[in-house]
């Protein structure tokens, strides 16, 4: 079973290292100086990069990386990705290179116009595990830069049908500030009231709040629940107006959250 470590980076970016022995590969190496320190510190190798999006922050360390070491770059097939050497889309299932564990790849469109997820279903990870930069955050989601809300709104909705015990390692640490908003939307829900007092213990600790579970978002998260009827009528009456869709209640959401 890997070890999924959380490496730092820039005020609140998190690069994934997965390590199997000797080897480790990362996701979304935004910087080079984390992942390098590292490696040196831990004296283990770099077999591959895994890039969710092409934004500077999850990309930027690319180049600098394959100069110590060519290693394979798979990223997603829509986007441009720098050293990338294997462009993968919907369906794909890749194998990680050096570390022989397998990833199935989803299309998440929203945050960027060709974001994946990659998935780790088979038993060697020791249960499911996704990694979804910068699309599902704990207790939040990401702006819509590129996409559409209704194309955001299904790419949150195919991650929420994931297993509940699916951990989930995305791009960044906002899970507080996340928080804040999902208390301003359900202020009744006690799942939110006590998941706020755990995870800020946590950072109170110097502690990543991540990874979350699929559980835990369903419970918490006000980005997955806009079925619920609940947050349709705060949406609504934040937004004024009434909300047709699903989707309708995710736009207004959004919205609220970009001036909250
Ligand atoms: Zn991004």
Redesign the pocket.
């Known amino acids: 079973m890997p070890a999924i470590i959380p490496l730092a980076a820039f005020s609140d970016n998190y690069i994934w290292a997965i390590r199997e022995g000797v080897r480790a590969a990362v996701v979304d190496p935004g910087d080079a100086a984390p992942v390098r320190a590292f490696l040196d510190r831990e004296r283990i190798a770099l077999s591959a990069i895994l890039v969710t ?1 092409h ?1 500077g ?2 990309t930027g360390g690319i180049v600098d990386l394959l100069r110590d070491r060519a290693v394979p770059v798979i990223g997603p097939a829509r986007e441009a990705i720098p050293g990338r050497t294997l462009a993968v889309g919907d369906g794909a299932r890749v194998e990680v290179p050096g570390l022989g564990l397998m990833l199935d790849v989803l299309d998440i469109p929203g ?2 116009a060709g974001h994946v997820a990659f998935v780790g279903r088979d038993a060697a990870w020791g249960g499911p595990v996704l990694f979804c ?2 699309t599902l955050f704990a207790a939040g989601c ?1 702006r819509l830069f590129e996409g559409t809300a209704d194309e955001m709104w299904r790419s949150l909705s195919a991650l929420a049908a994931l297993p509940d015990d699916t951990r989930v390692y995305c ?1 960044h640490e906002y899970t507080l500030a996340n928080l804040r908003f999902a208390a301003a939307v359900e202020p009744s829900n006690p799942a939110v009231a006590e998941r706020a007092a755990r995870e800020r213990a946590k950072r109170d600790h110097g502690l990543p709040t991540l990874p979350s579970t699929i559980a835990e978002e369903r419970r918490t998260n006000p980005f997955l629940r806009a079925r619920e009827a609940r947050v349709r009528a705060v949406a609504e009456a934040h937004a004024g107006r009434r909300l047709a869709r699903d989707a309708d209640v995710f736009a207004a959401l959004r919205d609220w959250k970009n001036a909250f």
């Open positions: 999006h934004h922050d999850h945050h960027t930069g910068d990401g791009g």
